[in-house]
Structures are given as C-alpha cells and as structure tokens.
C-alpha cells in the first residue's frame, strides 16, 4: 500500500505538474540538441510552453484520479488504484497531444522529404481542418490513447511504489532525500516509455499515412509493419528515448515534488 499522508488536491498536482515540465524540458531539451554547449538550450522556449500544460494536465488527472477513489480524505490507495488514476492522467493528456503530435508527425516527414506542403503548425492544422474536418486533426487518437492510458498508469503506479520501496524504516515518504526521488522518477520514466514505444511506432506511422491506406486502422498498421520490418520494428529509437527518458522524468518528478512542498507551505488549505 502506499502512503497518502495527507489529502489530494489536483489544483495543486496542476501547478507542480506543470513546473515538473519546465524542469523535465530544462534537461531533457538539451540531450535532443546536443550540437555544441552554445547551442544546448537553444529553441527551448517553444518545448517548455508545449510541455508545461502537457504536464500540468497530466498531474491534474492523476490527482483527480485519486481524489475520485477515496471514500475519505485520508484513505490510502492501492496499487491498482494508482495505475487506474494514471491512466485517467492518460486520457486528459491525449485530447491535449493527439492533434500536437499529428501535425508534428506530418512536418517531421514533410521535412525529411523536402515538400512545402505545410508552412507551420498552424498551416497543418488548417489545413486538416478544411480537408477532413475534427476528424482530420484528431486522426490517431485510439492509438494515442493505447499509448498513453496504459504507460500513463504505469509511470506514476511506478513512481509511487519505488518511493515506497525506497522510503527508510520508519520514515515518512515525504521526506525521501532528493537523489531516492531523481531515482524514482528516473526510473518511472522508463517504465512509462517500455510500455509506450510499441503505440508510439504505430501512432506515427498512422498518423502519416495518405487518406484510406489503413481501413482497419492500428490492426492494418501493425500486420504491414511487422510483414515488412519485423517485430523488433515496434521498438524503433527504443535506445534514444531512454538515454533521455531517465534524467528528464528524473527532473521532472524532482521539480514535481519540490513544487508541491512549496504549494503545501503557502497555501495548505487548497
């Protein structure tokens, strides 16, 4: 069981949520840059307004998924209780990310090709929007949603129980030394990513595929992919993101809890 020494609040979860994005953006943002020292945070600012309401929304929906399974304020959750929370964490996520990382996946293969179909996100996004309506904008949210539900109730079920594993004989895990939570967290990330990267392959190459080439959607994909590349396919960048899936949930759960000590401190009444 872990412990909840003392109540939920998702407002509070939102505001530390959204600074352990910052913190997740400020290490992660220059392991994907890596060109130089100069050139390690440059272009950061559009990630960190990205990422931080991303997170934000994410810590909000794991602390609203807690709150709705206590009976009382001071009731303790069960394991399987924290991983449903997380994966109601995944669904407020995707109504953010699906349309983000649909439009990301199209300029990521319109530059790789050398097109000018698109001359920005916004272009995209109107664009979908004029040829297939919402549904064109959110196209790949069932696989966004496999994604992200299910590696969203993994990491923060991890994260909780490695805290609890990791909390001394008697203490409390409130107050688990910084390193025992860059730990935690670090490792939470890479849970969260062994069970994401599979949809995340599938999601892409969805999303980028041309109008009908995948009746039967995620199903169509993955027998092509698997025919074509085998299954090892489903595990493409799998060294890549988790290089940098350690340190930046490492940070991001570190910038979490310090946020919220201080939240606690100034307003513990919210």
Request: overall charge positive.
């Amino acid at each position: 069981m872990a412990e909840q020494p003392q109540p939920i609040s998702p407002v509070k979860n939102f505001f530390a949520g959204g600074f352990g994005g910052v913190c997740l953006v400020f290490v992660g943002h220059p392991l994907d840059t890596i060109k130089g020292v100069r050139g390690l945070y440059r272009g950061m600012a559009a990630p960190v307004v990205g990422v931080t309401p991303m997170f934000a929304v994410c810590f909000f929906g794991f602390g609203l998924g807690k709150r709705l399974q206590q009976r009382k304020p001071d009731d303790v959750l069960t394991y399987p209780q924290l991983f449903a929370a997380g994966m109601l964490s995944g669904v407020f996520t995707t109504v953010i990310m699906a349309p983000g990382e649909r439009i990301k996946c199209l300029l990521q293969i319109q530059a790789a090709t050398g097109e000018t179909k698109y001359s920005g996100s916004l272009d995209c996004a109107k664009q979908l929007y004029r040829e297939a309506g919402i549904r064109g904008v959110y196209k790949g949210t069932v696989l966004t949603l496999m994604r992200d539900v299910p590696a969203s109730g993994m990491y923060f079920m991890t994260y909780e129980w490695l805290k609890n594993i990791l909390t001394p004989e008697g203490k409390s895990v409130n107050d688990l030394s910084a390193a025992r939570i860059l730990f935690a967290g670090g490792l939470a990330g890479i849970f969260n990513w062994a069970v994401a990267i599979p949809p995340d392959v599938l999601k892409s190459r969805f999303q980028t595929a041309p109008p009908g080439k995948y009746p039967n959607g995620f199903r169509d994909v993955l027998r092509e992919l698997i025919r074509e590349e085998g299954v090892a396919s489903l595990y493409k960048g799998f060294t890549a993101v988790m290089i940098r899936a350690f340190p930046a949930n490492a940070a991001c759960f570190l910038g979490f809890e310090v946020a919220m000590k201080f939240l606690n401190w100034v307003a513990p009444g919210l």
